[in-house]
């Protein structure tokens, strides 16, 4: 029998293990639908005025609540236990959720009463290790026609994450146009929604394109544009301050986004993405490019613990999205077929994992 069960590290011994863990892509697989599949996924949490509030004792989760989720033989369940684990770690999620009841229920397919179910037991239960399996059978059940995330077979975390977010906006609004939802209710848009919009602006001539708006849950970029602009901008022996992560991912997330100018005056020019909110939490995807990947040590070398919004986008407009800046508190990485979950535990300063452990029946 496998299980996944929490295990409390020293913050420094994090990054290498968390790498090292890394370096395969989960399309590595085989089973992974879409070849551009994520390895990981970050949360940043905005300090501002909750960070004060988190930090106060007794407000945080305490390590006792702590606990593992079940991955039997056959069950291949690990990319969804680490999505579930992390946010079960984020406090705003996790305390947003506890707060919500009334919702469009499906019954035996609903993920939002699934989800509710393994928090609840989470906190009350006396085991150390859970199934499940009730949200396992309900994603399967809501993504049958589509053919992902069915029983026993391995899918991408970082999609599973992003979908239970989209359905837990579905299960409150029931409204399938994401892009307007302004739901006090709906997590998913009032804390994780990133609300954008891209142009081309020739700088030579002044002209445009139409502005085109759009809603985020998870950015994605890409391993492989990061390290080029690492490279780029420090070479082989400078590592990059910290406070530059957001802007090293906006470098990369720019390149090869070239487009001739609307107007024809002859220049190529690059897309701006514009923030118009202050996401509370923010989650970054990287594209793994290649199944095997030797970027890992190169992709450690990149990360910052702290990202601010103004370096993440080429433009940030709302006030307080300019004055806040994020702090990691966790992440799901893949290995050797397998999704592990690790996540900041504030109130002791420890990174905690949720890596599997093998029982001999
Ligand atoms: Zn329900
Ligand atoms: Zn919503
Ligand atoms: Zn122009």
């Avoid at 890394?22 to 940043?44: D, L, Q, R, Y």
């Avoid at 949490?45 to 945080?60: F, H, I, R, V």
């Avoid at 709906?186 to 804390?191: A, F, G, P, R, V």
Wanted: charged share 20%.
């Amino acid at each position: 029998m496998k299980w996944t069960q929490p295990l409390a590290i020293p913050p420094h011994h994090l990054p290498p293990l968390s790498m090292s863990s890394c370096s395969k892509s989960p399309a590595n697989s085989g089973e992974v639908a879409g070849s551009n599949s994520m390895a990981w996924v970050k949360m940043f949490k905005k300090p501002g005025e909750g960070l004060k509030k988190s930090y106060q004792p007794g407000s945080m989760l305490s390590l006792a609540l702590t606990k593992g989720l079940l991955n039997e033989p056959g069950q291949n369940s690990c990319f969804l236990n680490s999505a579930v684990q992390v946010l079960w770690q984020l406090d705003i999620f996790r305390r947003s959720l506890r707060q919500l009841s009334g919702h469009f229920c499906l019954g035996d397919a609903c993920i939002f009463c699934a989800l509710k179910s393994i928090f609840s037991q989470f906190q009350q239960s006396r085991e150390r290790v859970l199934p499940s399996d009730s949200l396992r059978n309900a994603l399967a059940e809501t993504f049958k026609d589509e053919q992902r995330f069915q029983l026993g077979l391995m899918d991408d975390a970082a999609e599973c994450f992003e979908n239970i977010l989209e359905r837990i906006h579905l299960h409150m609004v029931s409204d399938t146009a994401t892009d307007a939802c302004s739901s006090k209710s709906c997590i998913t848009h009032q804390k994780f929604a990133m609300m954008l919009y891209e142009q081309f602006v020739c700088r030579c001539c002044g002209a445009s394109s139409d502005p085109h708006p759009f809603t985020e849950f998870v950015h994605y970029v890409s391993t492989t544009a990061l390290c080029q602009q690492v490279d780029r901008i420090f070479g082989k022996n400078e590592r990059p301050r910290s406070d530059m992560f957001g802007e090293l991912l906006q470098a990369a997330n720019s390149t090869g986004d070239l487009r001739s100018c609307p107007s024809d005056c002859g220049q190529s020019i690059k897309i701006r993405r514009v923030l118009m909110n202050c996401p509370e939490i923010v989650t970054i995807g990287f594209v793994w490019d290649a199944e095997q990947s030797d970027l890992t040590d190169d992709v450690i070398w990149s990360l910052g613990p702290r990202l601010n919004l103004c370096g993440l986008f080429n433009r940030v407009t709302d006030e307080n999205a300019k004055r806040s800046e994020l702090h990691l508190v966790g992440m799901i990485c893949f290995s050797s077929k397998h999704y592990s979950a690790f996540a900041y535990h504030t109130k002791s300063s420890k990174w905690i994992a949720y890596v599997d452990h093998l029982l001999v029946p």
